[in-house]
């Protein structure tokens, strides 16, 4: 099975590397026909986009018009950041079609079980009270800046992140956070730059009927068309295309 779409690629308004237009002429090589931008929008983050909401939303629907002509389907997210007080929406973010939550920022004064003990809260807060369409990187792309010495590798950080998941996040707070999920209706992003999360946490998101969504996380164009964990798990799970979000959910296509 092939992915239906790419819900998590980035742009040079934020931390990627690669245009609108661009993305869009890579799409078509790769043979998708629905694809999202999912510019960072977060309070305290680094990249976050700084261009106003209105010049941002013009530029996307010039683009989106130009792929709706070619029989492409182009929506709209943010990837937005959160804490156990709130989710960190700027004033500047734009009107979106879905919103993918990520934990990116975290306090650096804590020891190491404390810290991830933090995370967990952060997500179960998410899970239950925000309001966002997609649980981003849950077990990839964790803020471990703080335990990696300073020439780590892209490797070195997800090596150290297996280990995290398997330490701290279990597969039982799992089954409590997925309730929460499948009632709030919050998709769990299967994310191909760390491939992650482990397929026993996809198995049990599936159980708890918690439906799933994709994204590579792309931040440049050679990105784009990497599929290596998406292939491995729909194959070793038997996932079907029952089990995965309805761009319909998020957008009326």
Not at 3 to 23: A, C, M, R, V, W
Not at 116 to 124: A, G, I, M, P, T
Not at 158 to 174: D, G, H, P, Q, T
């Amino acid at each position: 099975m092939l992915p239906k779409y790419d819900l998590h690629i980035h742009t040079n308004y934020s931390d990627g590397s690669q245009t609108f237009e661009e993305i869009l002429i890579k799409i078509e090589e790769v043979d998708l026909k629905c694809f999202g931008i999912s510019d960072h929008f977060e309070k305290g983050h680094n990249h976050s986009v700084s261009t106003s909401a209105n010049e941002y939303y013009n530029h996307f629907l010039k683009i989106k018009n130009i792929a709706k002509e070619k029989g492409i389907i182009m929506l709209l997210g943010a990837e937005v950041g959160f804490n156990d007080k709130e989710i960190l929406i700027p004033e500047n973010i734009p009107n979106v079609d879905y919103i993918i939550g990520s934990i990116h920022q975290m306090p650096q004064n804590l020891e190491e079980e404390d810290y991830w003990d933090l995370y967990k809260k952060y997500v179960e807060k998410a899970v239950s009270e925000y309001s966002f369409q997609i649980l981003g990187h849950v077990e990839g792309y964790l803020p471990v800046n703080k335990f990696m010495k300073p020439d780590s590798t892209f490797e070195d950080r997800r090596s150290f992140e297996k280990l995290v998941a398997i330490k701290y996040l279990n597969l039982e707070w799992y089954k409590e956070i997925a309730k929460e999920m499948a009632k709030n209706k919050i998709a769990l992003e299967i994310h191909e730059m760390s491939e992650s999360p482990r397929k026993e946490v996809i198995k049990i998101m599936i159980e708890n009927g918690v439906k799933l969504s994709y994204g590579t996380d792309s931040h440049a164009l050679h990105q784009l068309s990497k599929r290596n964990y998406f292939s491995e798990v729909t194959e070793q799970l038997g996932l079907k295309e029952k089990e995965f979000l309805k761009i319909e959910d998020l957008f009326n296509c």
